[in-house]
C-alpha cells in the first residue's frame, strides 16, 4: 500500500513538473490582457483584403485591434510574413516558401489581388507600435535561424509584442535567449495535431506535456473544448488565450474564459 501511494506521489510530481508553465513577471503581459487580436490581420473572409497582408494590417491598426500575424523565412534568408508552408492556396504557386527568394516572392499576387506578400519589417514600420502583436512563429529547417532573425528585428522596434508557436523548441529557444519576451505555446486537440505529425507527438503537444522544454507564460488553444491538462496548465498560471472565435461563436463566453481571444470575421471589442 505504501507503494503504491509513494508511485502515485511520485507519477503526480512527474506530470507537474512536464506541465508546469511560468508564470509572466508582473506587468509583463499587461498590454495583451483582455484585448482581442485580429487573425492574421483584419482580412475579409473573401480575401478581397487578403489574410496578413498589408491592407489587413493597416484596417487592424484603424480599428485599435491587436494583431497576429505569421513569420517565416525565404530561400535567401528574409523574415517574411506569411502563414502556410507552400504557396498554393494563397499564392497559386507550387512550392514552399522557402524555396523562393524575397525577390521572388514580392511578385506573386495574394488572391490575385494588388496586395503582396510583407517583409516582417515592413509590417512592423507600419505599424508602429500603435497596437500590441502576436507573432507567431513558423516551425521549419532553419528554426534556430529564423528566431535569430526575429530577435534581431523586435529588439528594434518599440510597440508591445510577444511570441509563440506550435513549436516547443521555438519557444524554448526564445526562454533561454529572450527571456523577458512573453512566450506562448500554441496547440490543439489530438486529431488535429495528428494531421501533421507522429499520433505520440501530438497526443504530447494536445496535453501541453512538453512544457517542461519551454515553461510557456501563456498557452493558445484552439476553440475547441479543452482537455483536463490543458485547464491545470491554466490553474497552474499558464494565462490562456484562444484561437479562432468567429462570428458563429459564443464570442462573450470566450472573452471571459480567456486572457486574451485571436478572431476572424467579426468586429468584436477592443477590450473586454
Not at 142 to 168: H, M
Request: hydrophobic share 45%; net charge positive; proline share 5%.
Amino acid at each position: 500500500m505504501i507503494a503504491l501511494i509513494i508511485a502515485l506521489f511520485a507519477a503526480a510530481f512527474l506530470l507537474l513538473f512536464l506541465l508546469m508553465p511560468q508564470r509572466p513577471a508582473p506587468g509583463q503581459a499587461r498590454a495583451f490582457l483582455k484585448r482581442n487580436f485580429a487573425h492574421r490581420g483584419l482580412y475579409t473572409q473573401d480575401q478581397s483584403v487578403p489574410e496578413n497582408s498589408p491592407a489587413a494590417f493597416r484596417a487592424a491598426v484603424a480599428g485599435g485591434y491587436g494583431i497576429e500575424l505569421d513569420i517565416q523565412l525565404s530561400k535567401d534568408g528574409q523574415v517574411v510574413v506569411f502563414h502556410d508552408d507552400t504557396l498554393d492556396r494563397v499564392c497559386g504557386v507550387h512550392g514552399r516558401v522557402d524555396a523562393f527568394t524575397w525577390e521572388e516572392l514580392r511578385e506573386m499576387p495574394l488572391y490575385g489581388t494588388d496586395q503582396r506578400m510583407p517583409l516582417f519589417t515592413e509590417v512592423l514600420s507600419l505599424v508602429d507600435g500603435r497596437v500590441p502583436l502576436i507573432v507567431e512563429i513558423k516551425t521549419g529547417p532553419r528554426n534556430a535561424e529564423l528566431c535569430e532573425k526575429a530577435w534581431s528585428i523586435l529588439l528594434q522596434y518599440t510597440g508591445a509584442f510577444c511570441v509563440e508557436s506550435f513549436d516547443p523548441r521555438i519557444v524554448a529557444w526564445w526562454k533561454k535567449y529572450a527571456r523577458q519576451v512573453l512566450r506562448g505555446q500554441l496547440s490543439s486537440g489530438w486529431q488535429d495535431l495528428h494531421k501533421k505529425q507522429s499520433a505520440v507527438l501530438s497526443f504530447l503537444l494536445s496535453r501541453c506535456l512538453l512544457n517542461v522544454i519551454a515553461r510557456p507564460h501563456f498557452i493558445a488553444f484552439h476553440k475547441e473544448r479543452r482537455n483536463v491538462l490543458v485547464k491545470l496548465a491554466y490553474k497552474l498560471g499558464a494565462l490562456p488565450v484562444v484561437y479562432t472565435a468567429q462570428p458563429q461563436d459564443d464570442t462573450r463566453k470566450l472573452e471571459q474564459e480567456n486572457a486574451a481571444v485571436i478572431f476572424e470575421h467579426y468586429k468584436p471589442r477592443i477590450r473586454y
